[in-house]
């Protein structure tokens, strides 16, 4: 059994995503996959187009084995927050062959030697970081000249700085350096890997081929009604799925749906909102006087938007503050280093025999239904993972539900389980 993991958000499986699928079995020869999936709210700091069952569902139907939860507390965060609760969680499975993601760059030479020099960090690099911080330089184009400087002076690899810079500016690259970061840090055994990304950018929002971003299906939907518009870009599982969820009046969620819930949260914990994690400097007070000055979530998120603060970094502030994900909690997991619980989403037969191989190399606790977790409600960081998962769902569900209230039972997590599917 040879297992590939892979860390995915599939805000909606597309083509891109099948054609990475395939190629990552392809190339690492993998016998098995492993999704690692953000739940219900995204890295962006944004809510997941369709509930995290569905999306889960869609990923096995079109060929991953087993799709696991991210916990809500390191999918909603930075690069290196999300990677390295990804990576600790395939590595607390204890039997993760070889991790493949997308990457601008294709080569995982290039980022594994960038990845290597960050984590340790040698004493030369350091100096040159040094002086470019002395000078005046910002941090990033202090690091990235330190870099350069190093690899060029050491001989480790053929790249001009231009290359550099922009191997260090793409989105893909950065997640994929922060992967072999963790690997490395939490000296893994599992072997990474990396195949080009295809065709299209990571945000465009054009879709002008068969493959194209996430982004441009989600903006489909949201601009048209027409569904079809998406159904060449998108397997044809991945598009009866969501035919069959907008039928039954699932309709997609987008950030803006949220809007009066967050402006509300953020009225009411006005003083107490330098609490919540990466509202830092004083940004609480901008945000605070913003809710009454703007109309929307969009306008919200400019209002506050700086040179110092990033649009993607404002929608995660925004969403910590929605759900109420705190500096203190944040402290106390984001450097974990082995995940107490791994929770089970949706299956195939082949995802049975992942599961089986885990029960006997690990010691972590398989969650298959809430009901089976009294084992563990005195280990505080399960405890405060599960607690940040449900309170995500319960925000999520309160619109999502919204055309369906009469299927709203409660807290859902207590409701749903795992999806199998059998393999034919």
Same mark, same amino acid.
């Given at each position: ?184 840090? *939490?000296? %893994?055994? !599992? ?7 295809? @065709?299209?950018?990571?945000?465009? +929002?054009? &879709? #002008? ?52 819930? *967050?402006? %509300?949260? !953020? ?7 330098? @609490?919540?994690?990466?509202?830092? +400097?004083? &940004? #609480? ?140």
């Amino acid at each position: 059994m040879n297992i590939l993991g892979l860390i995915v958000e599939y805000n909606p499986f597309h083509n891109g995503h099948l054609y990475h699928l395939k190629k990552s079995k392809e190339v690492t020869k993998a016998t098995h996959t492993i999704a690692i999936m953000s739940g219900n709210f995204l890295q962006r700091g944004e809510p997941a187009l369709f509930d995290k069952y569905t999306r889960a569902r869609a990923a096995v139907e079109n060929g991953v084995d087993l799709v696991i939860e991210l916990p809500t507390m390191y999918a909603c965060q930075s690069a290196e927050i999300f990677a390295h609760g990804s990576i600790a969680m395939l590595n607390s499975l204890n039997c993760v062959d070889c991790i493949c993601f997308g990457s601008e760059e294709g080569s995982v030479d290039i980022l594994s030697t960038i990845s290597d020099i960050l984590v340790r960090e040698p004493q030369e690099f350091r100096s040159y970081l040094k002086n470019y911080l002395d000078d005046g330089a910002l941090f990033p184009t202090a690091r990235s000249s330190a870099l350069f400087d190093y690899i060029s002076n050491n001989n480790l690899i053929d790249i001009s700085k231009e290359k550099l810079l922009d191997v260090l500016n793409s989105s893909n690259n950065i997640l994929g350096i922060e992967y072999i970061k963790s690997i490395l840090r *939490l000296k %893994s055994n !599992i072997k990474p890997f990396t195949i080009a990304r295809v @065709q299209s950018e990571y945000n465009s +929002e054009a &879709i #002008e081929s068969s493959i194209c971003s996430a982004t441009a299906i989600r903006k489909s939907l949201k601009d048209s009604s027409d569904i079809n518009t998406i159904s060449d870009v998108v397997p044809l599982n991945t598009f009866n799925i969501i035919s069959e969820k907008i039928s039954t009046n699932f309709n997609p969620m987008f950030d803006e749906m949220y809007y009066n819930i *967050l402006t %509300s949260t !953020i009225a009411r914990d006005v003083n107490i909102l330098n @609490q919540y994690f990466d509202v830092n +400097e004083g &940004i #609480e007070n901008k945000i605070y006087q913003s809710i009454f000055t703007t109309s929307s979530l969009l306008d919200l998120q400019l209002s506050i938007k700086s040179k110092r603060y990033t649009l993607t970094k404002i929608k995660r502030i925004l969403n910590n503050i929605l759900l109420g994900i705190t500096k203190e909690d944040m402290e106390s997991v984001k450097t974990m280093n082995s995940m107490p619980y791994t929770r089970i989403l949706a299956f195939n037969d082949k995802g049975r025999e992942i599961l089986k191989k885990i029960k006997i190399n690990s010691d972590i606790h398989i969650v298959n239904k809430f009901s089976n977790i009294s084992f563990a409600i005195n280990d505080e960081n399960f405890k405060k993972l599960i607690d940040y998962d449900v309170k995500a769902s319960n925000i999520y569900n309160l619109i999502y539900y919204r055309n369906n209230r009469d299927l709203l039972k409660g807290p859902m997590d207590f409701y749903i389980s795992p999806i199998y599917i059998k393999q034919t």
